[in-house]
C-alpha cells in the first residue's frame, strides 16, 4: 500500500471523546492521546506519510496528513487564538499553496515558502483592503496592487513592505502620480496629474516636488522652475498660453504644497498583529521508551557534557513553524550526536534543517575589544586631541543648511580651509592642553552633504569622535603603512592617508558623490570627513587622514572576516593557526565558504556590485576588495565575548550580567519578524548561509561546495577604494607578470581587474536554493 493512501480511521466517539476533554480534564487528555499514539505507532514506520486527526495538549487541532510528528502534505490546523492554516505542510513549516486567516477576518492565499508568506499571492484586510502580487518572506517585494479600503489604489513595485521604483497611486478622487518611489514616499522623476487637468512633472521629495519641474495648466500656460517648501529657495519663470498674457501673473508656486497636495496623502500600510511565520505549533510529543526520571544529556560541540542541557531543553517544548532558533537549532544537533537517548526530544523540529546542517564549527577565539585605547603619554595623544579640537570646530561651525544639490565649485580640490588652533585659544577656537597646530578641511560643503545624505546626526557624530571617550588605536598598521583608528563605539574609523590618497579622493569626489546619491545600497566605503593636521615645529608635520564608517559596527559579534580581491599570490594569510583569532583578516586563499544570499538579495547584490566595479573602472581605481564579515548564529565560544560587545547569547548563561547583551530570541525576533527588517539593509545584519567547500590544491580560489551549511548574520562592502592604476602599479605588474602568474597578482588594469573581481565575486556569493 503506498504511503500516500495509507489512513488511520479515528471514530467518530473516540474524536467527540478526546474534544471534550480539552476542556475537561487534562490527565484524560493525556492518556487518550497516549492510547491513539501508541495504536500509531505500531501501525506506521517512521518514513510513512498517512492521514491523521491531531488534538493537541494546548488546545490546538490539526488534521490532514502526518509524518515523523509532523504535519507533511496537505492539512489544516486550527490555534486557539483563533488563526487557521489550510495547504500544503512539509515537514512541520507551511510550504507550497494554502490559506492563512486571521481571528479579525483578514486572510492571505498564496505561496508559502518555510513558514513564510513568499511568492505570489493575495492579502486581504480586516477592512478590506487588498494587495495581489508578490512577497518575499512576509514583505510585498516586486510587483504588486493595492487597493485601498478608501478607494485608493497603488500598481508598482515594492521593496521590503514599501513602495519602491516605478509605480502609480491613483486617489478615490481621480487624482493620479505616475514616476518614481522611495521607501513608501514619493521621490525621484514623476508626473502629478490633478483632476482639473493642471499636471506636475518633474522632481520629488518625500512627497512633495524639490528641485526641477515644470507645473502646466490646463489652459497650456506653465511655469518652469527649482522647487521647494522653503519659498526662499523657491525660483522660476511662469510662461503665459496664447493670448493670455495677464492670467496667473500673480500666481504663488506655494499654492500647490498648501493647495493642489493638501489632500494627496498616501494611505499607510496595514498591521499584522502577527505572521504565519511566527505562529508556534505544538509538539506532538512521543513518550514511549522515555523515563521521565532519567534527564537526557546532550554533548557540546567539543565533545565535553553541556551543564547547560536543561535549559536548552526547556526552550525547546515548542517548535517554531518557521525556523528554529539558533539555541534550540544547535541543541538538536548536539543531542543527535549524543546518541538516540535524544529521539523523543526531537518530536516537533523540522528534520529538514538538520538533515542540512552543518558539522560542528569551531569559531575562532575572542580576544579582548580590538585595538589600544589613546590615554595621556601614548605617542599619539596629542594627535588625538587635536584630532577631536578640528572635529569640533568643523562640524560644530555655524554655516548654511546644508543641500544635496551642490555646485561644481564645492568639489574644486583649491576648496580647503585652514585653521590656525593656539594653545591658549582664539577668537574662533577654545584654548588646549595639546601643542599649536593648524587644522585643514578638504571640500568641508561636499563631505557635510554626504554626512546628511548617509543619514548622520552632527550631534551624535560629534560625540562619538569628540567625545569624553578616547580613540583606540589598532596595534598594528596596514600593508600601506596606514594607522587605522577606532571610535569608542565602533561607528567610525579613521585611517591616515597618503598625498596620493587624498588627490585621487578630491579627482574622484564629484563623481563619488553622484554615485552613493544615486544608489542607496552601494558598497563602497561611506566617507564622511577629509582633514589635515599640520603640527608646529621643527618638523611641520603634516597628518591627513579619512573619516569612514565601520563596516563591522554592529550588535553581532564578528566571529569570521575575510578581505577578497581575486587573485591569488600573497592571499594567505602569515598566521600560524593557533594565533588566528576573531579579529584576524583571514584572504582569498583562507576562504573555505560560499556565501548564499536569499533571492531577492542575490540579484540585487549582483547589480549593486555591477554598478560599483563600473564606478571604480570608469575613475581608474584598483585593487580594492571586498570585506566580508560572519556572525555565526550557533557559535561555541560565547564565554570569550569581550566586554562592551553586544553579542547574541543564552539568557540563562553564567556571564557577567553588567555586559550588555542580545538574547538568542531577540536575535529570532530582529531576524524573522519584518518590524526587525528596519535594520538590514544590503551588506549590513543580513541573515543568511554559508556554505563550507573544500579545495582539491592550495592555489584553487574557490572549492567544491559540500552540503554542510551554517546559519549566519553577514556584513560586507567594498573597501581600499583610493588605489589608482599609477606608474608605482604599473611597474609592480610589469616586475611580478615576469616572476609569477600575471593573472595571479593583484596589480592589473582597472578594467581587467574589475572582470576579475567581479568573476570571483559571484562565485563566492551565491544564490540559496
Known amino acids: ?24 480534564g487534562a490527565n484524560i487528555i493525556g492518556n ?69 486567516s486571521w481571528p479579525s477576518g483578514a486572510s492571505y492565499e498564496g505561496n508559502f515558502k518555510s513558514g513564510f508568506m513568499d511568492g505570489e499571492g493575495t492579502y486581504t484586510g480586516p477592512s478590506g483592503d487588498t494587495y495581489r502580487g508578490y512577497w518575499v518572506m512576509n514583505l510585498k517585494h516586486g510587483h504588486g496592487v493595492k487597493e485601498y479600503a478608501n478607494g485608493d489604489s497603488y500598481d508598482g513595485e515594492w521593496s521590503r513592505g514599501l513602495q519602491e521604483g516605478q509605480g502609480m497611486y491613483q486617489w478615490k478622487n481621480g487624482n493620479c502620480y505616475t514616476g518614481e518611489w522611495k521607501n513608501g514616499t514619493i521621490c525621484g522623476k514623476g508626473k502629478m496629474c490633478w483632476t482639473n ?89 512521543s513518550s514511549k521508551g522515555s523515563d521521565s526520571s532519567v534527564r537526557p544529556r546532550r554533548m557540546s560541540v567539543d565533545g565535553r557534557i553541556d551543564t547547560g542541557v536543561d535549559r536548552e531543553l526547556g526552550r525547546m517544548r515548542l517548535s517554531d513553524g518557521a525556523v528554529p532558533s539558533p539555541s534550540c537549532a544547535g541543541a538538536i544537533e548536539r543531542i543527535r550526536m549524543a546518541g538516540n537517548e535524544g529521539d523523543d526530544v526531537l518530536a516537533g523540529l523540522q528534520p529538514d534543517s538538520l538533515s542540512t546542517r552543518g558539522s560542528p564549527l569551531r569559531i575562532p577565539k575572542v580576544v579582548k575589544r580590538q585595538g589600544d585605547t589613546i590615554c595621556k603619554g601614548h605617542r599619539n595623544y596629542d594627535l588625538m586631541l587635536n584630532l577631536q579640537l578640528g572635529i569640533r570646530h568643523s562640524v560644530g561651525r555655524p ?71 578616547a580613540l583606540r588605536e589598532l596595534s598594528s598598521p596596514g600593508k600601506s603603512g596606514s594607522f587605522f583608528y577606532l571610535t569608542n563605539d565602533d561607528r567610525y574609523m579613521i585611517k591616515t592617508m597618503k598625498k596620493a590618497e587624498v588627490k585621487v579622493l578630491l579627482r574622484m569626489l564629484n563623481a563619488y558623490y553622484n554615485h552613493v546619491r544615486a544608489f542607496e545600497n552601494t558598497l563602497v566605503t561611506k566617507y564622511y570627513g577629509l582633514h589635515c593636521v599640520k603640527l608646529n615645529g621643527p618638523a611641520q608635520k603634516k597628518v591627513r587622514f579619512i573619516i569612514m564608517g565601520n563596516l563591522f559596527c554592529s550588535d553581532y559579534m564578528i566571529h569570521k ?66 570585506l566580508v564579515g560572519l556572525h555565526f548564529r550557533e557559535s561555541t565560544n560565547d564565554e570569550h565575548t569581550p ?127
Open 1 to 24: 500500500m503506498k504511503a500516500w493512501e495509507a489512513t488511520v480511521r479515528i471514530t467518530h466517539a473516540a474524536a467527540k471523546k478526546r474534544a471534550t476533554t480539552i476542556f475537561g
Open 32 to 100: 487518550a492521546e497516549e492510547e491513539n499514539e501508541d495504536q500509531e505507532e505500531q501501525v506506521h514506520g517512521s518514513d510513512e506519510v498517512y492521514h491523521a486527526e491531531r488534538f493537541l495538549p494546548n488546545g490546538d487541532y490539526y488534521t490532514g496528513y502526518w509524518a515523523d510528528n509532523f504535519p507533511h502534505g496537505h492539512g489544516k490546523y486550527w490555534w486557539t487564538d483563533g488563526c487557521m492554516y489550510v495547504g500544503q505542510w512539509f515537514r512541520g513549516k507551511t510550504m507550497g499553496e494554502g490559506t492563512f
Open 197 to 285: 487637468g493642471n499636471i506636475f512633472d518633474g522632481n520629488w521629495e518625500d512627497g512633495f516636488p524639490k528641485g526641477n519641474g515644470t507645473y502646466k495648466w490646463a489652459d497650456g500656460s506653465f511655469y518652469v522652475g527649482n522647487w521647494s517648501k522653503d519659498p526662499t529657495e523657491q525660483n522660476g519663470t511662469y510662461y503665459p498660453s496664447g493670448s493670455l498674457l495677464e492670467e496667473n501673473l500673480e500666481w504663488n508656486p506655494q499654492e500647490v504644497f498648501n493647495n493642489d497636495l493638501k489632500d494627496c496623502i498616501i494611505c499607510p500600510n496595514e498591521k499584522v498583529p502577527i505572521w504565519p511565520s511566527q505562529k508556534k505549533l505544538a509538539v506532538w510529543r
Open 399 to 469: 554655516g548654511p543648511c546644508p543641500s544635496l544639490d551642490l555646485k561644481p565649485s564645492a568639489f574644486d580640490p583649491k576648496e580647503k580651509y585652514w585653521t590656525k588652533f593656539p594653545s591658549e585659544g582664539s577668537k574662533h577656537t577654545p584654548p588646549h592642553q595639546s601643542c599649536e597646530f593648524r587644522w585643514k578641511d578638504y571640500c568641508p560643503k561636499v563631505f557635510r552633504s554626504l554626512r546628511m545624505l548617509f543619514k548622520v546626526d552632527p550631534a551624535d557624530y560629534m560625540l562619538s569622535i569628540c567625545g569624553n571617550d
Open 561 to 626: 572576516r575575510y578581505d577578497l580581491k581575486g587573485s591569488t599570490f600573497g592571499r594567505l594569510t602569515d598566521k600560524p593557526e593557533s594565533e588566528i583569532d576573531a579579529t584576524t583578516t583571514l584572504k582569498d586563499l583562507d576562504l573555505n565558504f560560499l556565501f548564499r544570499l536569499q533571492k531577492t538579495w542575490f540579484q540585487e547584490f549582483r547589480r549593486q556590485v555591477d554598478r560599483d566595479c563600473d564606478f571604480l573602472e570608469q575613475e581608474r581605481i584598483m585593487d580594492y576588495s571586498m
Open 643 to 769: 566586554s562592551g560587545v553586544l553579542t547574541p547569547v543564552d539568557n540563562g548563561s553564567l556571564e557577567t550580567d553588567s555586559v550588555p547583551r542580545l538574547s538568542l530570541a531577540d536575535v529570532d525576533r530582529l531576524l524573522l519578524d519584518p518590524a526587525g527588517w528596519a535594520s538590514i539593509s544590503l551588506g549590513i545584519n543580513m541573515p543568511g548561509r554559508v556554505e563550507r567547500v573544500e579545495r582539491t590544491n592550495d592555489c584553487e580560489l574557490v572549492g567544491e561546495p559540500t552540503g554542510e551549511y551554517y546559519d549566519v548574520v553577514m556584513f560586507f562592502g567594498i573597501i581600499d577604494i583610493l588605489q589608482d592604476y599609477d606608474i608605482t602599479k604599473k611597474l609592480e605588474h610589469a616586475y611580478k607578470s615576469i616572476q609569477y602568474d600575471p593573472n595571479s597578482i593583484s596589480a592589473v588594469d582597472p578594467k581587467q581587474y574589475s572582470r576579475r573581481f567581479r568573476d570571483y565575486v559571484f562565485k563566492v556569493f551565491a544564490e540559496d536554493t
